[in-house]
């Protein structure tokens, strides 16, 4: 069963922190690149980040690095965003997603979960 479930968003100051976590099954994790992808309000759906599935591998759009990291718990089917110094720009809704490819394009990804929206207040 292809399955990926985000948790972690919610509320939170400029400046703060959240973790968001997404629990995959076996079969959606297993082999595939993660990634994690946002969408705000009347914009396109924008890639955030990507890691390898060994982990070796990851990637960020400009305006993240530095402050987000994506990581991985393979034993436990989980990829991980830990995203700190938060902007309201930064308001969304989350989505991870996976595929073979390591890609920046949401095309490259058939696997996704729900979302989990995160929102910055000044």
């Known amino acids: 069963q292809v399955q990926l479930v985000e948790s972690g968003g919610g509320l939170v100051q400029a400046g703060g922190s959240l973790r968001l976590s997404c629990a995959a099954s076996?079969?959606?994790?297993?082999?595939?690149?993660m990634a994690w992808f946002r969408q705000a309000p009347g914009k396109e759906r924008e890639f955030v980040a990507r890691i390898s599935w060994s982990g070796s591998s990851t990637y960020y759009r400009d305006s993240v690095k530095g402050r987000f990291t994506i990581s991985r718990d393979n034993a436990k089917n989980t990829v991980y965003l830990q995203m700190n110094s938060l902007k309201p720009e930064d308001t969304a809704v989350y989505y991870c997603?996976?595929?073979?490819?390591?890609?920046?394009?949401?095309?490259?990804?058939?696997?996704w979960g729900q979302g989990t929206q995160v929102t910055v207040s000044s």
């Open positions: 997603a996976a595929g073979p490819l390591q890609r920046v394009s949401p095309a490259a990804y058939p696997y």
């Open positions: 076996e079969r959606t994790f297993i082999g595939n690149a």
